[in-house]
């Protein structure tokens, strides 16, 4: 049986293949029922009237719950948004499968200077809370980005990332026991 979008954002929270009333029950969790909100929005051409009505929908859910994570994200299966609270991602901005965003960050467009643009994120890569990338760079695959650190430079795969001005150091296993339940 071929698994939902849905279906495999949930996997990552419980490592459990959930049916669609056990996922509505796991929506009591603000960041789980935002993902649910995100993708049902994402199944449906904006100008549709479901589109719209979920659209609407996800917009209050923006509001009242901090996320500020549009339809238009490309973001891959297996996406977990670790706690409740703001986090802000640039609409253009590309993410990857089994990724980790933490409570208080910021993926953000550069508007001038050699990094103009949105970032590029790759396959399981973790994000600490208040971490921020902004420019047009490249993060690559198992890579955590440190609590509190700011990221305008590409990133190899296989890294860690801490520090204001982020420092960069090579870990074959950046990114073990952080990214759980990982989507195959």
């Not at 994200?73 to 297996?78: A, D, L, M, S, V």
């Not at 986090?87 to 050699?114: D, F, L």
């Not at 198992?142 to 990332?161: A, E, K, T």
Request: with cysteine.
């Amino acid at each position: 049986m071929s698994k939902t979008t849905i279906q495999k954002d949930f996997y990552r929270e419980s490592g459990k293949w959930l049916s669609t009333p056990e996922i509505w029950a796991k929506c009591i969790n603000p960041n789980l029922h935002f993902v649910y909100l995100l993708r049902k929005t994402q199944q449906f051409p904006k100008k549709s009237f479901w589109g719209i009505w979920w659209r609407l929908i996800l917009r209050h859910h923006q509001i009242k719950y901090g996320f500020q994570i549009y339809p238009e994200t490309e973001i891959g299966e297996g996406f977990y948004l670790g706690h409740w609270g703001m986090v802000v991602i640039n609409p253009k901005t590309k993410i990857g499968k089994n990724c980790n965003i933490a409570q208080g960050v910021t993926i953000a467009q550069a508007n001038r200077g050699k990094n103009e643009g949105v970032p590029e994120i790759g396959d399981e890569v973790w994000i600490g809370p208040n971490a921020v990338i902004v420019g047009k760079i490249k993060i690559g695959d198992n890579v955590l980005i440190g609590p509190n650190s700011y990221v305008n430079f590409d990133v190899p795969s296989n890294s860690v990332v801490i520090g204001n001005p982020g420092q960069i150091s090579a870990n074959q296993f950046a990114t073990e026991s952080y990214i759980n339940h990982k989507i195959p």
